[in-house]
């Protein structure tokens, strides 16, 4: 009874999620491209907030904040766990102005994949790992110097709750080489919202933002270690 009942209430979320991806990603690169890119963004990522406020109706999932302060007001790498795709909605919108490092395979999602385009992230070939560093670094530079935060999952793809994916140092290069603060995110989103799965499960997803960590004198390995150790532990606190 449980598994109908989510089921039914995921498919009146993705018939407002669908629409909503239509209607924005549409927007992204007609109108949107008239508008200044910071505009564009604020304008476009209301579909984020729209998403996660229908996901709360619709769905029952709720969402606990803690560290919201910790956002400097200064361009800074963040630095994210990876279990859904509700992270992608949620800290796009509160990182604003953000550019996510991301597989360019997701530009070829109709709405969804157009609307990213003009979000100016940065799309790497994720076969290529040697070529995707040198992207990250020179236009990760870039981005911040405009006044840009960097979002990156450093796990690189979707890890299920309560598992630990291997943390790449691309993040942390980064950080260094441009000489930002990181910032970690802990978030336990995989438990309402499983990877590679339609159901959508009630209950809370709880998200833990930390203080900004200086990078001056940090290499990047022992600076991904550090940011592993904080996100792997605080998850074990995260209620859901």
Not at 126 to 133: D, Q
Request: proline share 6%; charged share 15%; aromatic share 10%.
């Amino acid at each position: 009874m449980k598994t109908a009942i989510a089921f039914t209430r995921s498919v009146i979320f993705y018939l407002v999620y669908a629409a909503t991806m239509v209607v924005f990603g549409t927007l992204s690169c007609t109108i949107g491209l008239l508008m200044p890119y910071k505009m564009r963004q604020n304008v476009v990522t209301w579909a984020n907030a729209i998403i996660i406020k229908w996901l709360n109706i619709s769905c029952g999932i709720t969402l606990k904040v803690d560290g919201l302060e910790n956002i400097p007001n200064t361009p800074c790498v963040v630095l994210s766990k990876h279990q859904s795709g509700w992270e992608t909605f949620y800290l796009q919108r509160i990182l604003r102005p953000v550019s996510t490092i991301l597989k360019k395979e997701l530009f070829w999602i109709p709405f969804f994949g157009w609307g990213l385009y003009f979000m100016h992230p940065i799309a790497i070939d994720r076969s290529n790992p040697r070529e995707a560093m040198k992207q990250i670094l020179a236009q990760g530079k870039t981005r911040l110097a405009e006044g840009n935060n960097i979002l990156i999952y450093p796990e690189g793809t979707r890890t299920p709750a309560g598992q630990v994916g291997n943390y790449g140092r691309s993040g942390a290069a980064l950080a260094i080489a441009a000489g930002v603060p990181v910032v970690p995110v802990a978030q336990n989103s995989g438990y309402c919202w499983p990877a590679h799965t339609f159901i959508k499960w009630p209950g809370q997803i709880h998200v833990s933002i930390g203080q900004p960590i200086a990078t001056e004198g940090s290499n990047s390995k022992e600076l991904t270690e550090q940011v592993k150790a904080w996100i792997e532990t605080t998850q074990k606190t995260l209620q859901h």
